[in-house]
């Protein structure tokens, strides 16, 4: 085979390949979960463990493009794991596996950034094509709990205020919203978690918000944007 088409043939097998790493309490899980994903070639695994403190630095040092997690991972996102590795690994997906279909727990993974959602009957075939359809940018839920996402969107108020602090400061809806979490007290790393960002665009929006209004830092953005809302609702 010729160099140059051989390096091309291998860089196109590095791009189809997913690098999952498997985070689960349960070894036999775990064991079970490399058993079956090794036997497929657009798969490979770059680590497998268990929870414990450490493992934010094996996971962030492999770099994988999934990470595949058991239930405890809700329990462990509690204490900013989810939102710690999203912000350290850019484009970072989450997919729980051996999960029960239960709609509170489906909806508590949702809101900590889980993008696929596996049931304990799955097949092999089934945790495969979940993989991949959310390494291409896909999200992947059971249809029998599809219907727990709508009602729960659909009972939602607005997140956002009718009158939007800094719209007319420039701002875009994004900023916006960042300017209202602001308000709230929110750290980075809870505005990343609150609108499915990674800490690192957290960061850059608070920047360019900085720059755009002129304000010293994160806490005078809101004393601001309100003093500029009340002149204009005094105008009024």
Known sequence: MPLLFRHEVEKEYM????????LAENRLLREALIRLLSKRSEVRIVGANSYSPKVHDEIIAARPQ????????????K?????TLRGA?????????????DESLFIGAIRTGVVGYILKDASAVEVAATIRAV?????????????AMFRCIAQ?????????????????????EMVELLR??????????????SEQTVKNHIHHILRKIGAPNRFSIVQ?????????????
């Open 15 to 22: 791009r189809k390949v997913t690098e999952v790493f498997l």
């Open 66 to 77: 999934i990470i595949l997690l058991d239930s405890n991972g809700l329990v462990f996102s």
């Open 79 to 83: 204490a900013t794991l989810i939102p």
């Open 89 to 101: 690994i850019r484009n970072l997906r989450i997919v729980m596996v051996d999960m029960d279909p």
């Open 135 to 147: 390494a291409y940018g896909n999200a992947v839920c059971p249809p029998s709990l599809c219907m």
């Open 156 to 176: 939602q108020t607005p997140a956002t205020p009718a009158a939007f602090l800094g719209a007319d400061l420039g701002l875009s809806r994004r900023e916006q």
């Open 184 to 197: 709230q007290r929110l750290t980075n790393k809870e505005m990343a978690l609150r609108l499915n960002l």
């Open 224 to 236: 601001q944007c309100e003093n500029r809302m009340r002149i204009q609702s005094n105008v009024q």
